[in-house]
């Protein structure tokens, strides 16, 4: 009965130790494709901010909003990874701020 008994507990601790060591990195794996989302987020958080600051330092210079996305482009230094996001500019009259949307897009 004692030998039952600890093949039984040796199996057990065979199995336990990769199922363990599998959850860990399964918990990892979670963690850091967060981490990768957030600071996704973030990025495109900061281009929306300074695509906005572009457009008040504009209308503080000149007395108008931005025309278009490629005024900001060349006046302002701005680079867009366009790759990587798409960006809705919509600007419907010259004193009124923009409308800015941007999108990342599907990889």
Same mark, same amino acid.
Request: hydrophobic residues 40%.
């Given at each position: 009965?004692?030998?039952?008994?600890?093949?039984?507990?040796?199996?057990? %601790?065979?199995?336990? /130790?990769?199922?363990?060591?599998?959850?860990?990195?399964?918990?990892?794996?979670? @963690?850091?494709?967060? /981490?990768?989302?957030?600071?996704?987020?973030?990025?495109?958080?900061?281009?929306?901010?300074?695509? %906005?600051? @572009?457009?008040?330092?504009?209308? @503080?210079?000149?007395?108008?909003?931005?025309?278009? /996305?490629?005024?900001?482009?060349?006046?302002?230094?701005?680079?867009?990874?366009?790759?990587?996001?798409?960006?809705?500019?919509?600007?419907?009259?010259?004193? /009124?701020?923009?409308?800015?949307?941007?999108?990342?897009?599907?990889?």
């Amino acid at each position: 009965m004692g030998r039952r008994k600890s093949a039984v507990a040796s199996v057990l %601790r065979g199995l336990l /130790l990769p199922v363990g060591v599998a959850v860990v990195i399964l918990f990892f794996a979670a @963690a850091l494709d967060s /981490l990768d989302d957030g600071r996704q987020q973030e990025e495109m958080k900061r281009l929306e901010e300074s695509l %906005r600051r @572009a457009c008040v330092a504009c209308y @503080a210079e000149q007395g108008i909003y931005p025309p278009d /996305l490629d005024y900001i482009k060349e006046h302002y230094g701005l680079q867009i990874d366009e790759k990587r996001y798409t960006v809705r500019y919509d600007a419907f009259a010259e004193n /009124l701020m923009p409308d800015i949307t941007v999108l990342e897009n599907a990889k």
